[in-house]
Antibody
Framework: QLQLQESGPGLVKPSETLSLTCTVS??????????WGWIRQPPGKGLEWIGFMYYSGSTYYNWSLKRRVTISVDTSKNHFSLDLSSVTAADTAFYYC???????????????WGQGILVTVSS | DIQMTQSPSSLSASVGDRVTITCRASQSISTYLNWYQQKPGKAPKPLIYAASSLQSGVPSRFSGSGSGTEFTLTISSLQPEDFATYYCQQSYNTPRTFGPGTKVDI
């Protein structure tokens, strides 16, 4: 059974870079049928899609974050990562790593979520 | 970006009630519409994808319907474990966008 586990610092200073890693077990980031990505949720608020990546390198980002966000996949370690630069308090949120169904196209959805990690931006 | 709206934003119901939540998209998204359930302190859980397909392991009291711009999630007989917040999400294009959520409580 697929498991996703986020890891990284829970506290980041303003203007610095938030870096998180998602370790994948029970599945492979080299899957032809899935994207790997991140979704965030400020405490008490709704869900925001950050972006996802196909193992071959194709990336898709939320344009509102595009200049600050990088998602990368490491097939040798079977994990993927999120870097979000120049953070502010508005980036404080629970960050979920996610697997998105790519094929079949008509079934595109998030079929697996990590437990989430709270990242607070504060000095 | 495709804007997603949900109604109602919250509702109160009793065990055994039939509950319907509506989700609308700002443009046609065919059947690229998904539903998720989130309980406090937990990650969202997939319920329905492609507007009406039940995720494996999800009870059959959950159902979805719709196409184009209007969709519904129905819980035929509300159970105690169904009290949660429900989100719709479009997967027609990027950025993927979510509705603001519907909180179902007692």
């Amino acid at each position: 059974q697929l498991q996703l586990q986020e890891s990284g610092p829970g506290l980041v200073k303003p203007s610095e870079t938030l870096s998180l890693t998602c370790t994948v077990s029970g599945g492979s980031v080299s899957s032809n049928d899935h994207y790997w990505g991140w979704i965030r949720q400020p405490p008490g608020k709704g869900l925001e899609w950050i972006g996802f990546m196909y193992y071959s390198g194709s990336t898709y980002y939320n344009w509102s974050l595009k200049r600050r966000v990088t998602i990368s996949v490491d097939t040798s370690k079977n994990h993927f990562s999120l870097d979000l630069s120049s953070v502010t308090a508005a980036d404080t949120a629970f960050y979920y790593c996610t697997r998105h169904v790519f094929l079949p196209m008509e079934a595109r959805h998030v079929d697996s979520w990590g437990q989430g990690i709270l990242v607070t931006v504060s000095s | 970006d495709i804007q997603m709206t949900q109604s109602p934003s919250s509702l109160s119901a009793s065990v055994g009630d039939r509950v319907t939540i509506t989700c609308r998209a700002s443009q046609s998204i065919s059947t690229y519409l998904n539903w998720y359930q989130q309980k406090p302190g937990k990650a969202p859980k997939p319920l329905i994808y492609a507007a009406s397909s039940l995720q494996s392991g999800v009870p059959s009291r959950f159902s979805g319907s719709g196409s184009g711009t209007e969709f519904t999630l129905t819980i035929s007989s509300l159970q105690p474990e169904d009290f949660a917040t429900y989100y719709c999400q479009q997967s027609y294009n990027t950025p993927r966008t979510f509705g603001p959520g519907t909180k179902v409580d007692i």
